[in-house]
């Protein structure tokens, strides 16, 4: 039913309904005569009330935004949008808890595996500076890493207090993930975001602090020195943050990439190509506008991110040039104007 739920018991109560045969066939439909037995009295309802409960209904026009509901589904309260309507109101910005701090990590996976997802949160729970906020997105995973995000998110403590949970029902990947983010639970412009990915980790109990201190020393942005599984000796060093296309990338890309939330403005359609998000070179996509933006990017030297390469990440960069090529680079620089 779209307007109501019925009581099912109270509704056989009044079995058999009454309803004239006349010419062979029942004078009422079935509704009719049940509402015949029913009259006008509030007493005799069989409609299911409870104020402790409530329904949506979701129009077919915004079927085929699937993630969009799973974010209605996970809502813990209903937008000011939606009080007072039956069919499903506003956007995913409305339905979406905001971040309400000054820095947030911005973490997505998919099927990352429990032993990954547990190095993560513990390594955000042993920062010496917890004013801070996780944003996860989980995308799509199968059951077993599902089922853990979940145990995690509605048992642990600390996700319970600091972590904002974004189930997808469908995988969109890390980039529709992170504007998703930007746009509807990261919103502070002048928010800092740290990007640290699902099966990746802090590897410093004093990242979030130092990370911090570089911002509160002026930088807008920062990458960091990471420190790789495959290649643990591998050390990282920035030639020039401006113009880095020219010496492809440049190590823009390093762990773990943070600035404040309104450089964000500068990606535009940065991350898409012919209408789809990119799925290589997705760090590229997302630093090369943000760093062309900013006023004062730093270098962190230190080693405070464990970097654990996946093996869907060298399965595609294997597939594809390691190179983006000088015309989609200058396309690239070529676009401005915001979000959409």
Known sequence: MRTCFLNLSAMRARLPLKNLIVDGSFSLPWHRALDESIGDGKELSIRYGNYDEEFLHVPNNLKGDPNFIGVVIGAKEWPTVQVGKVDLAGTEKDWSKKSDMTFAVFSRGRN????????????????????????????????????????????????????????????????????????????????????????????????????????????????????????????????????SWERDGDNIWTHPKCFLRKLAGNIGGFLKRDGEYIDVHTDYAMML????????????????????????????????????????????????????
Not at 300 to 315: A, G, R
Request: aromatic content about 8%; charged content about 30%; overall charge negative.
């Open 289 to 340: 506008p943000i760093m062309e933006a900013a006023e004062c990017p730093r270098l962190i030297k230190e080693q405070i991110y464990l970097f654990d390469p996946s093996s869907e990440n060298k399965k595609r960069t294997s597939s594809t040039s390691l190179n983006i090529e000088p015309r989609r680079r200058s396309g690239l620089l070529t676009k401005r104007g915001g979000f959409s």
């Open 112 to 243: 990352v595996s429990p032993t990954k997802t547990k190095r993560l949160i513990d390594s955000l729970k042993s920062q010496s500076d917890q004013r801070f906020q996780l944003a996860y997105y989980d995308d799509a995973s199968d059951a077993v890493d599902s089922e853990y995000l979940h145990m995690l998110m509605d048992y642990d403590p600390w996700c319970q207090s600091q972590a904002i949970f974004v189930e997808n029902i469908c995988q969109v990947g890390s980039l529709a993930n992170f504007d998703r983010a930007i746009h509807n639970v990261i919103t502070d412009p002048n928010e800092i975001i740290a990007n640290v990915d699902g099966d990746d980790a802090l590897c410093d109990s004093k990242a979030v602090r130092t990370i911090k201190s570089e911002f509160r020393d002026g930088a807008d942005v920062t990458i960091g020195n990471v420190m790789r599984t495959d290649k643990p000796l591998q050390t990282y060093s920035v030639v020039g943050f401006k113009r």
